[in-house]
């Protein structure tokens, strides 16, 4: 049975942590966690047993509940082997800088290195050309190849 857990958003990881140390010496027939990337507030927990949140294993701090009834297999299959953010940046593309000192400006993609998972910019709206080396999940595609 996998069961969908409820955590506090953002602090999903410690949940999780929390949960594998907490249930280790448990007899919860808990096989395995998935914390999907994109998914906020939530996890996914693979058991052999019904779970009840009541049970003192599962009194985590972060930890805010079961959602009533099972999710299937093919529910969370999009979460087991997800698209690399990567994937569709290529050189010459504008994207969206999500996070850091740059946030929300634009930029044209000069350079991406797939292997450190880096990308190389230049602002669009800077005075003078400065390249920008961020991470790829700091930027949002938002057209690919511009003229």
């Not at 808990?30 to 003192?56: C, N, Q």
């Not at 998972?117 to 057209?143: F, N, S, W």
Request: glycine share 6%; aromatic share 4%.
């Amino acid at each position: 049975m996998i069961y969908a857990m409820r955590a506090i958003m953002g602090r999903e990881q410690a949940a999780v942590d929390l949960l594998a140390q907490s249930v280790k010496h448990e007899d919860l027939g808990i096989t395995a966690i998935l914390l999907p990337e994109g998914m906020k507030g939530y996890f996914f927990v693979e058991s052999t047993k019904v779970l009840d949140i009541r049970h003192h294993a599962l009194k985590v701090p972060n930890l805010r509940g079961i959602i009533e009834g099972e999710v299937s297999f093919d529910e969370i299959t999009q979460y087991l082997n997800p698209e690399p953010a990567m994937s569709n940046i290529v050189k010459g593309s504008i994207v969206e800088l999500t996070s850091g000192p740059f946030k929300d400006e634009k930029a044209k993609v000069v350079r991406v290195d797939e292997a450190r998972e880096d990308v190389v910019l230049e602002l669009i709206e800077a005075a003078v050309p400065i390249p920008v080396t961020v991470k790829g999940d700091q930027i949002r595609l938002i057209q690919k190849e511009a003229e």
